[in-house]
């Protein structure tokens, strides 16, 4: 079964310290994982995707199928990071499967 | 805006009662996705379209739920006979075909009394 878990629901963290959101997944077959982030009273959207090796908003996040983890990071936490953060699985049909999320609070 | 929309915004509703959703997609999107998200949780999935068709039905959609997109544009979600259980954060996403990014609306809430 296709399953994502956040095991944290709230991190705090100073502003300028170093940030990781953890997500681990389980699938059988090639995973395609994905970063989306809520800010207070916004939409979700996407942040990263995995294949994409892209770095949005000094964000990264790499695929470990080892440990079956795409955690996120990123080394300076600033204060507008503070939002919802959701790892999402997605299957054959393209649907998203979505982890509980964790929610960041970066405070000054 | 081009985004995706969804209308209503809130909706309050007593026990019983039928609602309907709408969700407008993004133009050139041909997938349109439902999930449901209750407080605490991470959206769950609910049904998808690619165009008109509805290609894929989660089992939380149950019976008293229905969804349509009657010309591969705007979708409506309707949910019979409501429960107090069906309280929550009704999210719509878009998406080109082939493509995993997904692209959200900004959700109706909905409250059943």
């Known amino acids: 079964a296709q399953r994502v878990t956040q095991p944290e629901k709230l991190l705090s963290v100073f502003k300028g310290a170093p940030v990781e959101l953890k997500c681990n997944y389980s699938?059988?077959?090639?995973?395609?994982l994905f970063w989306y982030v809520q800010y207070s009273r916004q939409r979700l959207q996407l942040l990263l995707r995995?294949?994409s090796r892209e770095s949005i908003k000094g964000v990264t996040a790499d695929l470990n199928k080892g440990e079956t983890s795409f955690h996120l990071k990123k080394p300076f936490a600033q204060e507008e990071d503070s939002a919802m953060y959701y790892c999402?699985?997605?299957?054959?049909?393209?649907?998203?499967?979505f982890g509980k999320g964790t929610s960041l609070l970066v405070t000054p | 805006d081009t985004g995706v929309s969804q209308n209503p915004r809130h909706k309050i509703t007593k026990r019983g009662q039928n609602v309907t959703f709408r969700c407008d997609p993004i133009?050139?999107?041909?997938?349109l996705y439902w999930y449901r998200q209750t407080l605490g949780q991470g959206p769950e999935f609910l049904t998808y379209?690619?165009?008109?068709?509805?290609?894929?039905k989660s089992r939380l959609l149950s019976d008293r739920f229905s969804a349509e997109r009657p010309k591969g544009s705007f979708s409506t979600l309707e949910i019979q006979r409501t429960e107090q259980g069906d309280s929550a954060m009704y999210l719509c996403?878009?998406?080109?075909?082939?493509?995993?990014?997904?692209?959200f609306g900004p959700g109706t809430r909905l409250t059943v009394t």
């Open positions: 999402a699985l997605g299957d054959s049909g393209y649907a998203l499967n």
């Open positions: 699938y059988s077959g090639s995973p395609e």
């Open positions: 995995h294949i």
């Open positions: 133009s050139e999107h041909n997938r």
């Open positions: 379209f690619q165009n008109e068709a509805q290609l894929e």
């Open positions: 996403a878009s998406a080109r075909d082939g493509a995993y990014e997904q692209y």
